[in-house]
């Protein structure tokens, strides 16, 4: 049985905070692998609208080089309206019947895990794995392992304020993406 975990998000764009938690879970948990996963629509977030999902990807490619453990898995760029995890677990499991899936959280979305779409049966379907963040609380009913991740407080949202107020990004993401961004003028560079 291959062990994967999976770290969802809109990727907006990656940054260390990102790989730095897919490399400790890695780690910690023993994985065969990360799969980053780009949100089609998620139903709790809005991805910015100037950013194609190509964009995203291309990203997220340029983020991830170098580590043969991490992969990116687009199932969600491929459905149509809001992409619900249950769903897509209920896909991964059926295309990959040899694998056991660990999706990767953060401590806002477990707090929020009583409000996801048919959490009762997503349980089942998939481990959760928390990973604790600044200013959320960790505690919950549902079945999760917890791997500690050294505090990294960076977000996409940060990230591209300071982008558009001219600030630097450096040793917030890897080079690679900063100059990718650049490049395509995202995020009103």
């Keep these: 049985m291959k ?4 770290l969802g998000g809109t990727f ?8 730095l938690i897919a490399n400790e879970v890695l780690a910690t948990l ?4 990360i799969w980053f996963m780009p949100n089609g629509e998620p139903p ?18 340029l983020a991830i080089q170098g580590n043969s453990a991490f992969k990116i898995e687009t199932i969600e760029l491929h459905r149509e309206g809001l992409s619900y995890t249950v769903d897509t677990m209920k896909m991964m499991n059926a295309e990959y019947p040899d694998h056991q899936f660990f999706f990767i959280i953060g401590a806002d979305m477990i707090e929020y895990l009583p ?14 794995v928390g990973v604790e963040r600044p200013a959320y609380s960790d505690q919950t009913n549902y079945p999760i392992l917890y791997v500690d991740v050294p505090a990294i407080d960076v977000s996409s ?24 961004i650049e490049e395509n003028q995202l995020y009103g560079t």
């Design 30 to 33: 023993k994985l065969d692998e």
């Design 115 to 128: 409000k996801w779409h048919k959490i009762d049966e997503l349980v089942k379907l998939v481990q959760f």
């Design 3 to 6: 062990k994967v975990g999976i």
């Design 44 to 61: 709790h977030k809005q991805k910015t609208g100037s950013v194609t999902n190509g964009q995203r990807v291309q990203m997220l490619k």
């Design 157 to 180: 949202s940060m990230i591209r304020e300071r982008l558009t107020s001219g600030k630097t990004v450096r040793y917030l993401l890897p080079d690679s993406v900063i100059h990718y």
């Design 12 to 19: 907006d764009p990656p940054h260390y905070g990102h790989l």
